[in-house]
């Protein structure tokens, strides 16, 4: 996949986030409201304080009325500030989801090829400490940079209300500090990326030993991978240490520089106090300006270090967020006969895989299934079995030629309504981690209980699922761990039956049975092929047998087609295969 350059993502990326923003404009509009209360409060603090020096200490019969405007507006700030946090949290929340939602539905949806170019733990990552990140900037630190923005323009007009001569001073604190802000937040900016970009490493990896655990342990690599991810994470600890380091510089002189100016300012305002041309008053309400003034400047510039990260993470998701997919539904679909017939077509078909733009898959590619034939592909591992079908299922379109389904270019086709009409049984079956019930029910998700048991009991799944600890209902663990190979096979078969599609691919799908399951799914199978059109990757003597026609494949292309007996007859490469791989 391509990335951009750390370079590449300004703090201007985050407006990519205003339109999930937006899309939960009452709570944006409450947390504005209660932002504007609980500014407001702050500003009010300072000449509450005022008031309270210098009524209610000189001035016996206003001190109880100074003491509770103080109170008052304390109250009025803490109640403000609850309702801020509150809907700032939880407006965060909802965008984060939203975001988490709408990216991966855009990945679910994007084609085989960038799946095959991408490591799934990368677009994990990005689904999980990008959009971390994120929800700090909305639930957080959106709302610190505005009330520090407002609290910082206020503080410094009732400076000047206060005292234009000390707040003169307090000006040259200010650019000091916005300069130290605007050259360390560029190198952030690029040390942010890299070590997300290390981060997202380590999840990669994580993500691949874990999903191969058994290999790992069967290898005793156990060690080996401990010291490989140790290793990932001391690379991604040593670049965080430069993006912490550096934030922490901008943010020690930045604040340094702020409290010089205040320590300047109470200098001067304490000899004016002494010369009488201030109250004690009035010099607490400007130091209390100045002291929220100089720690909203300071908040600005965490804030700002954490939008620099945040920004990295956001130029991430919009980068996934714009990849096109190669595989896209036309503007005005072809829809198939329901139900269809399931004549399936490749007319001079060739087509080289993304990544391997100099050998073609299949080249120069013709076949003819007719409605209800049974054609077995045969062939040395590499000649294109797998790929006639990928490109049936349209998960790649063609270079040239036309692949079709009753007469109608795939590519023509809305994909859905391809794969609605096509049940896959592949040799890996693939078990999610939910009941059997939810599994099997994935071929058809609105079948009846009764429909999925009648499916379990033709794939020969009943007795097992029934003699689990729940029966159907039993969850499965990750990958199907808790059945064996053959037990997977036959969820996945069940699954088929449920779907009761036109067009069967078969890769295989007894090659992890037992002896007596294979026969019995083998009976199974051969109820739901009849009638329908069918292509068998094959493995087995036994599944050829079965065929109406066999395709033999080398390098791309068919090389002969016949009968077992015509082709055992014509010598050639699939009498060597039937001597090697299915003859005992």
């Given at each position: 996949?391509?990335?951009?350059?750390?370079?590449?993502?300004?703090?201007?990326?985050?407006?990519?986030?205003?339109?999930?923003?937006?899309?939960?404009?009452?709570?944006?509009?409450?947390?504005?409201?209660?932002?504007?209360?609980?500014?407001?409060?702050?500003?009010?603090?300072?000449?509450?304080?005022?008031?309270?020096?210098?009524?209610?200490?000189?001035?016996?019969?206003?001190?109880?009325?100074?003491?509770?405007?103080?109170?008052?507006?304390?109250?009025?700030?803490?109640?403000?500030?609850?309702?801020?946090?509150?809907?700032?949290?939880?407006?965060?929340?909802?965008?984060?989801?939203?975001?988490?939602?709408?990216?991966?539905?855009?990945?679910?949806?994007?084609?085989?090829?960038?799946?095959?170019?991408?490591?799934?733990?990368?677009?994990?990552?990005?689904?999980?400490?990008?959009?971390?990140?994120?929800?700090?900037?909305?639930?957080?630190?959106?709302?610190?940079?505005?009330?520090?923005?407002?609290?910082?323009?206020?503080?410094?007009?009732?400076?000047?209300?206060?005292?234009?001569?000390?707040?003169?001073?307090?000006?040259?604190?200010?650019?000091?500090?916005?300069?130290?802000?605007?050259?360390?937040?560029?190198?952030?900016?690029?040390?942010?990326?890299a070590s997300q970009d290390r981060v997202a490493d380590a999840n990669t990896l994580a993500a691949e030993t874990l999903?191969?655990?058994?290999?790992?342990?069967?290898?005793?690599?156990?060690?080996?991978?401990?010291?490989?991810?140790?290793?990932?994470?001391?690379?991604?600890?040593?670049?965080?240490?430069?993006?912490?380091?550096?934030?922490?510089?901008?943010?020690?002189?930045?604040?340094?520089?702020?409290?010089?100016?205040?320590?300047?300012?109470?200098?001067?305002?304490?000899?004016?106090?002494?010369?009488?041309?201030?109250?004690?008053?009035?010099?607490?309400?400007?130091?209390?300006?100045?002291?929220?003034?100089?720690?909203?400047?300071?908040?600005?510039?965490?804030?700002?270090?954490?939008?620099?990260?945040?920004?990295?993470?956001?130029?991430?998701?919009?980068?996934?967020?714009?990849?096109?997919?190669?595989?896209?539904?036309?503007?005005?679909?072809?829809?198939?006969?329901?139900?269809?017939?399931?004549?399936?077509?490749?007319?001079?078909?060739?087509?080289?895989?993304?990544?391997?733009?100099?050998?073609?898959?299949?080249?120069?590619?013709?076949?003819?299934?007719?409605?209800?034939?049974?054609?077995?592909?045969?062939?040395?591992?590499?000649?294109?079995?797998?790929?006639?079908?990928?490109?049936?299922?349209?998960?790649?379109?063609?270079?040239?030629?036309?692949?079709?389904?009753?007469?109608?270019?795939?590519?023509?086709?809305?994909?859905?309504?391809?794969?609605?009409?096509i049940a896959l049984v592949p040799q890996s079956p693939t078990i999610f981690a939910t009941t059997a019930a939810d599994?099997?029910?994935?071929?058809?998700?609105?079948?009846?209980?009764?429909?999925?048991?009648?499916?379990?009991?033709?794939?020969?799944?009943?007795?097992?699922?029934?003699?689990?600890?729940?029966?159907?209902?039993?969850?499965?663990?990750?990958?199907?761990?808790?059945?064996?190979?053959?037990?997977?096979?036959?969820?996945?078969?069940?699954?088929?039956?449920?779907?009761?599609?036109?067009?069967?691919?078969?890769?295989?799908?007894?090659?992890?049975?037992?002896?007596?399951?294979?026969?019995?799914?083998?009976?199974?199978?051969?109820?739901?092929?009849?009638?329908?059109?069918?292509?068998?990757?094959?493995?087995?003597?036994?599944?050829?047998?079965?065929?109406?026609?066999?395709?033999?494949?080398?390098?791309?292309?068919?090389?002969?087609?016949?009968?077992?007996?015509?082709?055992?007859?014509?010598?050639?490469?699939?009498?060597?295969?039937?001597?090697?791989?299915?003859?005992?």
């Open positions: 996949m391509t990335t951009t350059p750390p370079s590449k993502a300004p703090i201007g990326s985050l407006r990519a986030l205003w339109p999930f923003v937006r899309a939960h404009r009452n709570l944006f509009v409450a947390w504005l409201l209660a932002l504007a209360f609980s500014s407001s409060a702050t500003l009010s603090l300072p000449v509450a304080f005022r008031r309270m020096i210098d009524q209610g200490f000189t001035n016996g019969a206003n001190i109880d009325r100074a003491f509770l405007f103080l109170f008052g507006v304390a109250t009025v700030l803490a109640l403000a500030t609850a309702a801020r946090f509150f809907f700032v949290s939880l407006l965060g929340e909802r965008v984060v989801a939203d975001m988490r939602q709408q990216l991966y539905s855009h990945l679910i949806g994007l084609d085989a090829g960038f799946h095959d170019r991408t490591r799934s733990g990368e677009l994990v990552s990005r689904l999980t400490s990008d959009a971390e990140l994120l929800r700090s900037v909305v639930g957080s630190s959106m709302s610190v940079a505005l009330r520090s923005l407002i609290t910082v323009v206020g503080s410094i007009a009732m400076l000047f209300v206060t005292s234009p001569h000390l707040a003169s001073f307090t000006l040259i604190g200010i650019p000091l500090a916005v300069l130290p802000i605007v050259i360390g937040g560029r190198r952030l900016r690029k040390i942010a990326r999903g191969a655990v058994r290999t790992v342990q069967a290898h005793a690599r156990e060690p080996y991978e401990r010291e490989r991810f140790g290793h990932a994470l001391e690379v991604a600890v040593a670049t965080a240490r430069k993006r912490i380091r550096s934030q922490a510089v901008v943010t020690a002189v930045a604040i340094v520089l702020i409290f010089g100016a205040i320590t300047l300012v109470l200098w001067s305002g304490a000899h004016d106090v002494v010369a009488g041309r201030m109250s004690a008053g009035t010099l607490g309400q400007f130091v209390l300006y100045a002291l929220i003034g100089g720690g909203s400047v300071g908040a600005l510039a965490e804030v700002w270090n954490e939008l620099q990260r945040a920004a990295g993470g956001m130029g991430r998701i919009s980068e996934l967020l714009d990849e096109p997919s190669g595989i896209v539904a036309p503007a005005n679909p072809v829809a198939l006969s329901k139900p269809a017939r399931g004549e399936v077509a490749f007319d001079r078909v060739t087509f080289h895989y993304p990544m391997r733009e100099d050998l073609p898959a299949i080249e120069d590619f013709s076949l003819h299934v007719r409605p209800g034939e049974t054609v077995a592909l045969v062939g040395p591992s590499g000649a294109g079995k797998s790929t006639v079908f990928s490109l049936l299922l349209r998960f790649h379109d063609p270079k040239t030629g036309v692949v079709s389904v009753d007469g109608v270019d795939v590519r023509q086709l809305d994909p859905a309504d391809l794969r609605g009409a599994n099997i029910r994935y071929g058809r998700l609105e079948a009846s209980d009764a429909d999925l048991r009648a499916a379990a009991r033709s794939a020969e799944a009943e007795g097992f699922l029934d003699a689990l600890p729940e029966g159907f209902a039993t969850e499965l663990g990750e990958r199907g761990a808790r059945l064996s190979g053959g037990q997977q096979q036959r969820i996945v078969i069940a699954r088929a039956l449920l779907k009761d599609a036109p067009i069967l691919l078969l890769d295989e799908a007894t090659s992890a049975l037992d002896a007596q399951s294979e026969r019995a799914v083998q009976h199974a199978l051969e109820n739901l092929m009849a009638g329908r059109t069918t292509l068998v990757i094959a493995h087995r003597l036994a599944t050829v047998l079965r065929a109406d026609r066999i395709v033999v494949m080398d390098r791309g292309r068919i090389v002969a087609e016949g009968t077992h007996d015509a082709l055992m007859a014509e010598g050639g490469l699939y009498s060597e295969l039937a001597k090697l791989q299915f003859l005992d």
